[in-house]
Nanobody, 121 residues
């Protein structure tokens, strides 16, 4: 499966962005999907994950209440709505997929190319 992330950009603190991750090659309807990010000079970190049906979701603490992960299996696409953005949210955001029934935050097999999010203060 190939993953294509898009929707990144430059935004002022307090603003919003919506990231999309379009999958191709095969359906992701049975995949757990996640979003990760990597800030300059830091390691990549987990941001959010959603199970195949959308019934289970997990966020890292720093984005709870501000970010929302969702999916549309009919469109083979996963989204990350980011509100109340902060400068510390700046980084390259990656979508990832793993064919797993359980909600996982690591061990993903498929990765997109990343989309840059820059939040100014």
């Amino acid at each position: 499966v190939q993953l294509q992330a898009s929707g990144g950009g430059f935004v002022q603190a307090g603003g919003s962005l919506r990231l999309s991750c379009a999958a191709s090659g095969r359906t992701i309807s049975t995949y757990t999907m996640g979003w990760f990010r990597q800030a300059p000079g830091k390691e990549r970190e987990f941001v959010a994950a959603i199970n195949w049906g959308g019934s289970r979701i997990k966020y890292t603490d720093s984005v709870k209440g501000r970010f929302t992960i969702s999916r549309d299996n009919a469109k083979n696409t996963v989204y990350l709505q980011m509100n109340s953005l902060k400068p510390e949210d700046t980084g390259v955001y990656y979508c990832a997929g793993r064919q797993a029934a359980t909600l996982v935050t690591s061990g993903y097999d498929y990765w997109g190319q990343g989309t840059l999010v820059t939040v100014s203060s």
